[in-house]
């Protein structure tokens, strides 16, 4: 199957949710990227830079913790209108645990950081939230990525439909550094100008 990567932002500022027929399954959003592309396509200033760093950061800590399994979904104003700056970045990380549910619930407790909104947001410049694949049966896992797609394909103004990105989590230390290696590039590249 043919894997649609991000397209560009329509006349609204957005992501589109569809191209070409929304009743075929090629160039239907959540969109398959990666960092780079992420990082090639939205870090276009200082403060995405800066955002994107933290959110790297993000990913290495929970690849750290064992988050190795899953993908995350990146939407909210960071991928949206270019010519505004965003607080910060949205994501949704849907992901499978090997962990015993005790053990994860530990893991959890002793990484609070990672784990609650409040947090990733002041520590990595991320809305995180989470969806742990291993703990719903078929139908609450299902309801948990209708929920999560619904928020994140519409505007909290008008409801207008938009699209989403999707990254794959690293499963490698090799992966975690490549990407840290890549925006801090990056960043120097931007103050090099």
Known sequence: MHVQSMPPLNHEGLLPPFLGDP???VGLSPYKSNVVD???????????LEILYGFIMFRRRLFQVGLKRGFQWINGSFVQILDREPNDIDVVTIFHSSLSRHNFKSMV???????H???TKRNYETDAYFVDAAIYDYYNFSRMITYWFGLFSHTREGFIWK???????PNSDKECDAELEYI???Q???HGQ
């Open 23 to 25: 009743s075929q399954a």
């Open 38 to 48: 992420l990082v090639t396509r939205f870090g276009i200033s200082k403060r995405r």
């Open 109 to 115: 407790a002793y990484n609070s950081s990672l784990f």
């Open 117 to 119: 909104s409040v947090l």
């Open 163 to 169: 699209g989403i990105i999707e990254i794959p989590l």
């Open 184 to 186: 801090v590039k990056a």
């Open 188 to 190: 120097e590249a931007y």
